[in-house]
């Protein structure tokens, strides 16, 4: 068994850039191993072994050949047993505030995703009125619970923005394929403040809008996790062509569907 704890994940993964994200905070990346795994090709029978069946990612491996899983669980596990530095607030309170900030992240989540792989574009007006509303509610709770006069949830960049920050990045397939924007109003003042400086951070630049807008085109077709939109050979989400490579993919996902040919795929 290796010395050193294993990540399986996906590429460009925002469960798993969360750990990447606890790990450079304590100058520790390399206290575990991330192992990618191609989407686009049926799981590995060995890895499938390890996690029961199951395919979501990621997982993690514990020396002893233990199994964990939920980026929630590996993210908490990780910031108790590596470093001296805790991510978590110390305090009970505090943590308890930055824990129910968290759990607001499973429905933002969910509706993002759901927005940018939404095919019907008279639906197209509900979800973004969904993901307003999921804005002013965060915005609502930072500006009752935040403490501090910074941006952040306390006094530095912590747990709850470890969790958000690869939201708020994958979200930007949301401005390409549905030019999805904040308004320049109060009511969105504390989120935005709290979002760009989130995204800012030196510890969460592991991707760029690049990579997630050109990786992310088959979901704005309705197509996630490796599967192939219709009259389409080649995922996004392959690892070759690297996405340094090819072209920026339309911002219609409505009424053109690009071959993988104008997607430089092939």
């Not at 514990?62 to 470093?83: A, F, H, N, W």
Request: proline fraction near 7%.
């Amino acid at each position: 068994m290796p010395d050193t704890p294993i990540v399986y994940h996906i590429p460009v993964c925002p469960f798993s850039q969360r750990l990447e994200i606890m790990l450079d905070l304590k100058g520790a990346r390399d206290a575990v191993d991330f192992q990618v795994v191609d989407i686009t090709k049926p799981r590995d029978p060995e890895l499938l072994e390890k996690t029961r069946g199951t395919t979501a990612l990621p997982v993690l491996q514990m020396p002893d050949g233990q199994i964990l899983k939920e980026s929630l669980v590996i993210l908490r596990y990780l910031d108790e047993t590596i470093g001296d530095r805790r991510l978590r607030r110390e305090d009970p309170l505090e943590h308890a505030v930055e824990s129910m900030l968290i759990a607001k992240e499973g429905a933002f989540t969910m509706a993002g995703y759901t927005f940018v792989m939404n095919q019907d574009r008279d639906a197209r007006g509900d979800h973004q009125d969904k993901m307003l509303r999921l804005y002013r509610e965060i915005d609502d709770f930072l500006r009752h619970e935040a403490r501090g006069d910074g941006p952040w949830l306390f006094e530095d960049f912590g747990l709850a923005e470890a969790v958000f920050t690869p939201m708020f990045m994958r979200f930007w397939f949301l401005e390409y394929y549905e030019d999805f924007s904040l308004p320049a109003s109060a009511d969105y003042a504390r989120v935005r403040q709290w979002r760009e400086a989130c995204l800012a951070h030196p510890a969460a630049q592991q991707v760029s809008r690049e990579e997630i807008v050109k990786l992310y085109y088959d979901y704005a077709l309705g197509a996630g996790n490796g599967a192939l939109p219709d009259g389409r050979d080649r995922s996004s989400f392959v690892f070759e062509p690297d996405w340094q490579d090819r072209p920026w993919p339309p911002r219609d996902k409505y009424d053109s569907r690009a071959s993988d040919a104008e997607l430089g795929l092939v």
